[in-house]
């Protein structure tokens, strides 16, 4: 999944037939799905996290006694696993198995939503830590599939080290509200709002480690202003804003990962 998105970045900056509109558009598009391919927390620590870590196994176990696809075992905390997923920048990278893949991912039901949609969780195989908080999944979506998006709502992401990577909302499967990306301090990198799957409403986006920045409006997948200052806080021109909102995207795709 990330050599698709490498690709398509590739496709959309050589293609000089499409507006900048346009191509930002389409390369945002691609990589916010692969959003989901996203980190872990850790749980919070003291009597109550343990409380919460008792009562979420226990509910956990009573989940897999009612999941609707086979579940292949149960994790550290009880919880059951219905698919394992391969690790990241291989070959086997989001493929589904259905025993642990190293340095890869694992998925486990959580029952049903009040509107009884199905929900589900993923999580980090080294260390059993979240990868996302739980979401719903559409009545015809698989639960086992690494691509599945997200139903409705918002979802949390979170970093190896347990702090929040990004807030994402969906609807219908799809990119639908305010997407704020943050840094390891806790600081908002960019922040997007979406309509439908289409870039729709403010955003920005500031360069990690300098004082770079990018910000604008958009409507229906189409950028009507874009602005970007530089370090120095000079006005950069419009295709060098162009090149930093895209970069921040790809900086963004590339730190799932870390």
């Known amino acids: 999944m990330r050599r698709e998105c490498d690709l398509a970045i590739q496709e959309e900056l050589i293609d000089m037939h499409r507006t900048p509109s346009s191509r930002l558009a389409m390369v ?9 391919l996203a980190a872990c927390q850790t749980p919070p620590s003291g009597d109550t996290a343990a409380q919460e870590a008792q009562t979420l196994a226990a509910q956990a176990a009573e989940f897999a006694k009612t999941s609707p696809v086979s579940v292949l075992a149960t994790d550290e905390a009880g919880r059951g696993v219905i698919a394992y997923f391969g690790a990241p920048g291989t070959e086997q990278e989001g ?3 259905d025993v642990q893949q190293p ?5 486990v039901y959580m029952g049903r939503d009040a509107a009884g949609h199905h929900r589900v ?5 080294a260390s059993g830590t979240p990868l996302t908080s739980v979401f719903p999944v559409a009545a015809d979506a698989s639960l086992v599939e690494w691509d599945t998006l997200p139903l409705q ?8 080290n347990g702090q929040v990577r990004s807030v994402t909302h ?21 922040v997007f709002h979406w309509a439908n799957d289409m870039l729709d409403g403010p955003f920005v986006a500031r360069e990690p480690g300098t004082l770079r ?5 958009a409507r229906e ?5 874009l602005h970007a200052t530089g370090a120095d806080g000079a006005e950069l021109p419009q295709d060098e804003a162009l090149e930093l909102l895209e970069a921040s995207l790809m900086l963004w795709y590339q730190d799932i990962f870390n």
């Open 95 to 97: 493929m589904r198995y």
């Open 221 to 225: 997948d189409q950028i009507i202003s």
């Open 28 to 36: 945002l598009t691609s990589c916010a799905a692969a959003v989901l």
């Open 121 to 125: 969780q993923d999580f980090y195989q």
């Open 153 to 160: 709502g918002e979802v949390t992401f979170y970093r190896p």
């Open 170 to 190: 969906y609807q219908n499967s799809q990119l639908h509200g305010r997407d704020v990306y943050y840094n390891d301090d806790g600081s908002e990198r960019s």
């Open 103 to 107: 340095g890869g991912f694992y998925r």
């Open 213 to 217: 920045s990018v910000s604008g409006q």
